[in-house]
């Protein structure tokens, strides 16, 4: 006969919770940036309900990266940049305020370049009214901040050129500041070239002043910024899981080091 402590079954194993997502956003004076963004993380929680999500700013907004780290304690946390392409921020900004936290941190790619972007910036052409015209008179200025750093344009060109090959139209890149060619310029160039409907497409996570200031120049339609587009939740995730990968591919690399 079973004896009665048989008959118990074995305490169920707690599986440990995962390392929390801190996306890091540049921060804007724009009111309309902040509930951007705040949307935009309510939908990476509404797809992954067991990730803790926390935002952290560089500059502008509260809550500032260093404050949400703080915050965070001795926790581990994956970084995930707000960003589109390489540049300080990426580079030196978000590193240098991760190493002066208490908190075990893993720094994320920027989300850019990639795929569901161009799925988010197709969707968000054909909002403001793409494909009503023809294809031999049609191209796309695809509208960036800008930055110094050399990386950051390598970037921004390699989604002008997945988003032209996703639409079989020629796409430029223009930029708000600190580099060439300016909307106003690509716009002369593609009408140069015989383009006469030119639409603008909006590479901003949110809306701010460069965003607006770029619409403004749009000869024909301007696309609305990427914002809350299920892409870019999915994308924060998808970013968050490559960072958590490389963890794991590093750890027995440094334990036998």
């Not at 161009?118 to 200025?141: F, I, M, N, Q, Y």
């Not at 079989?168 to 160039?189: E, H, K, M, N």
Request: glycine share 4%; hydrophobic share 45%; with cysteine.
């Amino acid at each position: 006969m079973p004896s009665q402590l048989s008959l118990v079954p074995p305490p169920a194993t707690r599986r440990p919770a995962p390392p929390a997502l801190v996306v890091v956003a540049h921060g804007s004076r724009d009111p309309r940036a902040l509930s951007t963004v705040r949307a935009l993380l309510d939908r990476v929680r509404a797809l992954r309900p067991d990730v803790p999500v926390h935002l952290g700013h560089i500059e502008l907004n509260a809550p500032l990266l260093p404050d949400t780290l703080a915050a965070l304690g001795d926790t581990e946390a994956v970084l995930v940049p707000l960003l589109l392409s390489r540049g300080y921020h990426v580079k030196q900004d978000i590193p240098d305020m991760a190493a002066a936290s208490p908190a075990r941190t893993h720094l994320a790619a920027p989300l850019g370049p990639h795929p569901l972007l161009v799925d988010a910036l197709k969707a968000r052409l054909t909002e403001a009214g793409w494909g009503a015209t023809p294809r031999r008179t049609s191209a796309v200025v695809l509208a960036a901040a800008g930055s110094r750093d050399p990386d950051a344009k390598t970037d921004t060109a390699r989604t002008a050129h997945l988003l032209a090959a996703r639409l079989g139209v020629p796409v430029l890149p223009a930029y708000a500041s600190a580099a060439t060619p300016t909307v106003d310029q690509a716009v002369r160039t593609l009408l140069a070239r015989g383009r006469r409907h030119i639409a603008l497409a909006s590479y901003f996570t949110a809306p701010g002043r460069f965003a607006t200031e770029c619409a403004q120049k749009a000869p024909w339609i301007a696309a609305a910024p990427l914002g809350t587009h299920p892409s870019m939740a999915q994308l924060l995730l998808h970013r968050y899981d490559e960072a958590l990968a490389t963890r794991a591919l590093e750890a027995p690399a440094l334990a036998t080091a």
